[in-house]
């Protein structure tokens, strides 16, 4: 086993292999590798529903459920996020269970990890193909009628023009029609597919940056958003992800449910000691991705945003917010591990607030730890993806700190390489860009 000591210490990496497609599950991946990995399966699937943040190519936990655990076996992801793993253990015939304190992304999860009846969905399309077409057809009256539907959120006019709140408006409550056209089956996963079609749409016809971490209105983009763009870019999309469930239906079918608890949390995980065979995930970076600020307008459409509950009740919640106190960073942390007190202590002198978010994130990530180790069968094994930071033009290591994190809490680690980011699909700023992810791999 390794030492993360020696990591800390740095060592000159592989050269860099590229790798098209999968990995082999068999590679014994050596320590400090580079990969650069040429997705072919971004969009295959269900894995195409929707975009999401700082996504991990499917490839990757392929390769560590094909390597680490075998049918039949259940695999964990404690910040489940789009549920990449979930899809990926799905198709591989082991059961697993979706972690994660965002309700976005344990409805996304859910509807990407739920085959469905294709007769019945194709009846639950028709209806609201049907109501769209009434819509369309319509005057001033459906119009206005449509609009009510929109659920009353903060700043509406800024977000979107009048007519595209008409659209969205019609489009859920064509959604919320379907229960007759599906009987007698269980409508709610088809709703639910419904509402991500919908949510796919709704960054791009609102007034807001489609490529930001942040959903914020950039007038010099002239961004055009003209009427009928809402209802024509969700039937295409409604089209496109039939066809994906339509390839994912006999690959999933005999597959056991995907378990998501709604109380679920990676540093409290409902689960029992010694109930998991093998937990991949990809954490969030710090300070970096704002998971509930990117899809404030899709959770005001989907309803998961309560009115009058700030944002930052949700933000505060999430591994690696920048939402915390003042009083929290009135003085300085220390973690315990010497080159992370270090560094924390460097950035306390220039950004308290900065330097405890960067202290905060590795004891949350320490009671990640912690509870994946208690979940985990003896012997097996947890694989972390996770990216270094750039802090007030500081690298935070953040692979090798989490590596002595590992080892405090009694993991052992096994190896460790690195995957090239080739893209994000949604900007990151350039001082605060990461290049690289690092896999970590751990044994309990």
Known sequence: ????????????????????????????????????????????????FHKYPAKFFPELPRWAIKRYSTEGETVLDPMAGSGTVNVEALLANRRSVAIDVDPFARLLTRVKTTPLDIAILDRAVAAVLAELDAFEAGGAEARHVAASHVPPFAYQDTWFRPFILE??????????????????????????????????????????????????????????????????????????????????????????????????????IPLPDASIDLAVTSPPYINAVDYPRTHQLEMYMLDLSPPGRPLAEAKRRHIGTEVVRAVDYRTLRTYGLPELDAQVESLYATDPRRAYIVHQYFVDMEANFREVQRTLKPGRHYVVVVGNNIIRNQVVPTHAYLLQVAERVGFRVETYFASEVIRHYIKVPRKERINQDWVLVLKR
């Open 167 to 268: 659209e969205l408006g019609a489009i859920r409550a064509a959604a919320s029609r379907i229960r007759d056209a599906v009987s007698p089956a269980e409508p709610g996963p088809y709703v639910d597919f419904i509402r991500i079609c919908l949510s796919s749409i709704v960054r791009e016809v609102s007034n807001a940056d489609n490529n930001c971490t942040r959903t914020v209105v950039r007038q010099r983009l002239q961004k055009r958003v003209v009427p009928g763009m809402a209802i024509r870019l969700f039937r295409r999309m409604l089209s496109v992800n039939v066809g994906r469930m339509r390839d994912f239906v006999p690959m999933a079918a005999a597959a056991a449910p995907v378990a998501i608890p709604e109380n679920g949390d990676a540093r409290a």
């Open 1 to 48: 086993m390794l030492s993360a000591a020696s990591i800390i210490a740095g060592a000159d990496p592989a050269p860099l292999v590229t790798v098209t497609g999968d990995l082999l599950p068999d590679w014994d991946i050596p320590v400090n590798q580079r990969l650069l990995i040429i997705s072919k399966n971004q969009s295959w699937l269900s894995h195409g």
